[in-house]
């Protein structure tokens, strides 16, 4: 009897408590979180120091905690018109990295008055290393690597965009 009780305790910690077992996102094969497809939210433009538009991309916006942690992350492929705007809370001093994230990026940091301060290119995927703003940031874009070479982005560009829809979490 008292084995039965043991397995049963067992089974409700591993169902209950072990986290990502019944999390409907993950394979249930490897554990390996399943690869979220692009949800377009918005659009983002990059505008020159002049105020003419260098380039507009369809965004998705990364506005909670949740959202902002796991990024792109666990992504195999995002197209050259999408990107992701991380938006915080406050401004401050941001750093990212690319852990978990197959997809080489440029990053750019972006702060309170919408000036990009700091450009990251072609990142290193699957990587611990640090890719910290030069100057305080309240806004991050994640674009895919080689855009801002192709379409002439520089630290002094200002961001701006528009939400169109947000899927509900």
């Known amino acids: 009897m008292k084995i039965g009780i043991a397995v049963l305790i067992v089974a409700v910690v591993v169902v ?41 991309i369809d965004a998705e916006f990364a506005d909670t905690e949740y959202d902002r942690q796991r990024g792109l992350m666990f992504r195999k492929t995002m197209q050259e018109g999408q990107g992701m705007l991380f938006i915080f809370p406050v401004e401050e001093m941001q750093s990212f990295w690319m852990r978990n994230t197959y997809i080489p990026l440029d990053i750019l940091f972006i702060d309170a008055n919408k000036k990009i301060v700091t450009i990251h290119k072609n990142t290193k995927t699957l990587s611990d290393q ?4 030069t100057a305080p ?33």
């Open 16 to 56: 209950f408590v072990v986290p990502g077992l019944t999390d409907r996102s993950y394979k249930s094969e490897t554990n390996e979180p399943e690869e979220v497809m692009f949800t377009k939210e918005g659009n983002v433009a990059i505008l020159d120091s002049l105020g003419k538009e260098r380039v507009k």
């Open 130 to 133: 640090s890719y910290p703003s």
């Open 137 to 169: 940031s309240k806004y991050v874009l994640e674009v895919v690597s080689g855009f801002c070479v192709k379409h002439g982005v520089e630290v002094g560009d200002v961001v701006g965009w528009e939400l169109t829809a947000k899927a509900d979490n």
